[in-house]
């Protein structure tokens, strides 16, 4: 390192696709926040018909403990994750920033690629999504965009592969 | 008096000889008969039998006889270190004269039974690279604690670091390490473990074990005994076991443990009594070394050592494999990590972290461990029986005593550097590690923060290698500090995402930063149609590297 001062990481100069909120947001729905509220309503409904003795202290119960936390995660999550995933090629590593409440920046640099997977799920399908995945020989080196459009996705991998290529590598 | 200092060439060396104190540990062990002997006296009230009193005559007679021995080989045995070697003179008849070049001398170990600690003496041994086990090995037999310490500076000042690194057999199984096989996880948890295994294989074969006669009677003795001596009688007999199941795995995993390279670009470990291990590593694929500190080890001035390796399997095989020192002296595990890596194991001097790190421990502890408890004892407490109030606010104090001392204990744990080739970082409490990692082993890292580290300016650095644990984390960082260290740790990473503009400072850290929850922040970031216009930039970006 050449500079005088502490030098700071810098995020990544390039967002996600915005269309990413609406599919992380669909994927809340689908695996935390809809059974949260579905198992709510069950239990608010059975409680109605058979014990309506405990509504008072379930409502307030089920309200805290499922709905508001299912609604909270439905409705932040993907506008934080937004704010936080980011990536950039480049020239010599890439550089992903990814996470909501947790959050990781990982760079790894082109001389140690292995590989660069494109992977649509069958939801991302849906939003014209994809995720790169650019391995390396340690899972703990691995980097992963989430949330890329299409034709981004496809150009990175193949700018990927060619920078790759071009480095010389140790992939060892 | 006083251990000597290494000699100039030239003079001769003065002779030593032990401390006095030597005669009255070598008469140590005539304590438990003498004592058992008044235990008599007081329960027959003084009424002594004739055998007793035989038996008394014959322990003073081996009382004088050993007092005498000892005494001639107090006077007989000395030692000096001369400009070059390290010499003892012992033997009543035959004289016996045993010299050890210093630059040979690898370990120096000091030990002190409590008969020892009691007499302020201690047991000093001087071995030899890869002769630890047997014969070329120089002890004697009490020294004053301080003399021992000087004799000890003496001896190691002289032990050359780099030959350790050029022996071939770096460490061999010495039985003495035996005294650390009960601190480990064994000595509680082994005997639970069993029986949990004798548990589900009776189970397994149909047989209910709380139908049995054996245990059903076992049960209602135990329950009919005074509680508070057959609960403690209990918990020393799950100790016995333990302690001896932890001997038993450490003397059949650890038979004939020889590590050695056996030749430039191998190094294999060799070990087992029943079932016999050979792990061979290849030398391009080791990338490191980490000494492992158990808690309990620790308190024993214990310690193990694992390699960092690639191609030793999966993460389970690789726990198992990567093993290449059992329980050990913590010198023994440090010198042993140094021969591994083939240079001094950066093991002091470690940059120690910001207080908030210090801060965030004892908040997580307090957090998960004592407020829930609390809680939980205290509603049980409200609704069955007011007892469990009480336990509550011991539990609360207890546990808040605990959980600081071990935060600050985690705290002090703390600390990261580099040191030549490697990239040193240490942490934990219950198992403090400290890892030494080849720097240019490093693929990549990654940057990990929580809402509450980034409010307090801590960052957790991972160091992703393709060997071992696959990552390697310096936890709590300064935030400011852990890109420069990053950069200087493993170049050519990540310099073309710096920011150098910083001059520290709050103001710094918030643009470093990003705001969450503002749609757009940090500068230059491109919202919606990134595609080719940001592609195109960075494709600039590559070209002009």
């Known amino acids: 390192m050449s500079a005088p001062a502490t030098p700071l990481l810098r995020p990544p100069r390039n967002r996600v696709d915005p269309r990413a909120r609406r599919w992380w947001t669909v994927q809340a729905l689908l695996t935390v926040s809809g059974p949260a509220l579905l198992t709510a309503l069950a239990l608010a409904v059975c409680s109605v018909l058979f014990f309506p003795g405990a509504l008072p202290w379930l409502g307030p119960l089920l309200l805290v403990a499922l709905v508001l936390p299912a609604l909270g995660y439905l409705l932040v999550m993907p506008r934080w994750r937004y704010a ?13 920033a990814n996470g909501w409440f947790w959050q990781k920046r990982r760079i790894a640099p082109l001389s140690r690629v292995q590989t660069v997977d494109t992977v649509r799920g069958p939801l991302q399908q849906r939003f014209g999504l994809a995720t790169v995945t650019v391995t390396t020989a340690s899972t703990a080196g691995d980097v992963k965009i989430a949330g890329l459009s299409d034709a981004d996705a496809e150009e990175l ?4 592969g060619e920078a790759a290529q071009a480095v010389p590598g140790d992939a060892a | 008096m006083s251990a000597a200092a290494p000699h100039a060439p030239g003079t001769p060396a003065r002779w030593h000889r032990l401390d006095r104190r030597t005669l009255l540990v070598h008469c140590g062990w005539m304590a438990a ?30 009382f004088a006889v050993l007092t005498v021995i000892g005494l001639v080989r107090w006077a007989r045995t000395d030692y000096r270190v001369t400009h ?8 009543v008849l035959t004289r016996r004269l045993r010299s050890v070049p210093l630059h040979r001398i690898r370990t120096v170990d000091l030990t ?34 301080a003399d021992a310490e000087r004799l000890r500076a003496a001896l190691l000042a002289r032990a050359d670091a780099a030959a350790a690194a050029e022996d071939p057999v770096i460490s061999r199984i010495n039985w003495r390490w035996l005294r650390y096989a009960p601190l480990t996880f064994w000595v509680i948890g082994g005997v639970f473990a069993a029986a949990g295994g004798v548990y589900r294989a009776l189970d397994g074969a149909g047989i209910k074990p709380w139908k049995l006669s054996i245990v059903r009677s076992a049960f209602d003795e135990f329950g009919a005994g005074a509680l508070w001596i057959t609960i403690p009688l209990a918990l020393l007999a799950v100790l016995v076991l333990g302690t001896v199941g932890a001997l038993v795995l450490y003397v059949e995993g650890w038979w004939n443990f020889r590590l050695e390279w056996t030749d430039a670009h191998t190094l294999r470990v060799r070990r087992g009594l029943l079932t016999t291990r050979s792990v061979t590593i290849e030398r391009g694929r080791l990338r490191g070394a980490v000494l492992r500190e158990p808690l309990l080890l620790r308190a ?4 193990t050592v694992r390699a960092v390796a690639g191609g030793l399997g999966n993460k389970e095989e690789n726990r198992k494999r990567s093993v290449i020192l059992p329980p050990a002296p913590r010198t023994e595990a440090v010198r042993t990590a140094s021969g591994t890596l083939r240079a001094a194991f950066p093991d002091a001097g470690l940059h120690a972290h910001p207080k908030a790190a210090l801060r965030r421990r ?12 609390t809680l939980v004892l205290a ?14 606010w011991a539990f609360a104090l207890v546990s808040a005593v605990v959980v600081l001392w071990l935060a600050r204990d985690a705290y002090r744990s703390l600390g990261h550097g580099i040191q030549g080739r490697y990239l040193v970082a240490r942490s934990g409490t219950f198992s403090r590690d400290t890892v030494a990692l080849q720097r240019e082993a490093i693929a990549a890292w990654t940057f990990s923060t929580t809402p509450f580290s980034r409010r307090t300016g801590l960052v957790t650095l991972t160091a992703a290698v393709a060997a071992g644990e696959d990552g390697y984390h310096v936890r709590d960082l300064a935030a400011d500090g852990a890109p420069a260290l990053a950069a200087a740790a493993a170049p050519g990473i990540l310099e073309e995402f710096l920011d150098h503009g910083g001059h520290s400072g709050h103001g710094e850290r918030a643009r470093h930063v990003p705001a969450y929850g503002q749609e757009d922040s940090g500068p230059g970031r491109h919202r919606k149609p990134l595609s080719t216009h940001a592609l195109h930039r960075n494709r600039d970006d590559l070209d002009m590297t």
């Open chain 1, 84 to 96: 936080v995933h980011a990536w950039e090629l480049g020239g010599r590593a890439v550089y992903a």
């Open chain 1, 157 to 160: 991998s193949r700018r990927i």
């Open chain 2, 33 to 62: 008969p003498l004592g058992s002997f008044a235990l008599t006296a007081l329960a027959t009230g003084g009424r002594i039998e004739t055998g007793a009193w035989i038996t008394l005559a014959a322990i003073a007679g081996s």
């Open chain 2, 84 to 91: 070059d070697s390290f010499e003892v003179r012992s033997g």
């Open chain 2, 112 to 145: 002190a039974s409590p008969l020892h600690r009691l007499l302020g003496v201690t047991v000093l041994r001087a071995g030899t690279a890869g002769s630890s086990g047997g014969g070329a090995e120089l002890s004697l037999e009490a020294l004053t604690t």
């Open chain 2, 300 to 303: 024993g001035g214990g310690a």
């Open chain 2, 362 to 373: 004892r908040t997580r502890g307090l957090l998960l461990v004592t407020l829930p408890g």
């Open chain 2, 379 to 392: 509603f049980l407490g409200l609704l069955l029986t007011p007892v469990l109030l009480h336990c509550a």
